[in-house]
């Protein structure tokens, strides 16, 4: 059974870091791009960043670089989504995402998120 674990999560002043960490069992890990999505209030799903399986490239969005990095530990079958300097726009539930590829076919996976609020 798939599973993709999301932990970390909590309210942090504005300026403070958090990791989240996402555990993944079920599927080979170390096949699988990484990514973090995050959810505002009443906003729409976004990408925030992703990780390749060979952990060679890397991408974020415009709205963290320089914040925020996605390290994975392929041995740990965990992926990481460090967050520094945070800001309260930066409030959303975030959720972890794997994707592969097998014999042609992509299959995707999703956690079950972890809300970050950002607040003073």
Known sequence: QVQLVESGGGLVQPGGSLRLSCAASGFTFSSAAMNWYRQPPGKERELVASIASDLRITNYANSVKGRFTIPRDNAKNTAYLQMN?????????????????????????????????VSS
């Open 85 to 117: 300097s945070l800001k309260p726009e930066d409030t959303a539930a975030y959720y972890c995402n794997a994707r592969r590829f097998v014999g042609g076919l992509q299959f995707i996976y999703w956690g079950r998120g972890t809300q970050v609020t």
